[in-house]
């Protein structure tokens, strides 16, 4: 009887954690297809304008799930305007993420010296 209670009691245990362990948790940033994106411009699968197509429609759906755009993307977008010689929207572009992820702004203000965007 005894015996009963324990495993009754470890099975309702058992059944308790399970329940908790099936929600996953939310997701802070929509990624979409970034890592593939990335993958396919450096490896000259894709275009620069192709690329900054693909980052802008992150952008787009970060803000239309109301999470915020993932860290570097900004960056990334800034680089490829700055490549493909658009200088203002490269520094817009630079400045967002400096708004957003405040941390990166050395980084920010080193890619902007290089490129010569002031």
Known sequence: ?????KVAAFSAAVLMLAGCATNAPEKIYTWGNYQDSIYHYYTHETSPQEQIAELQKLIEESRATNKPVPPGVHAQLGMLY???G???QAKAEFNAEKIQY?????????????????
């Open 102 to 118: 405040p941390e990166s702004t050395s980084y920010i203000d080193f890619l902007t010296m290089k490129k010569g965007i002031e």
């Open 82 to 84: 700055s490549n493909t």
């Open 86 to 88: 658009n200088a203002d």
């Open 1 to 5: 009887m005894e015996y009963l209670s």
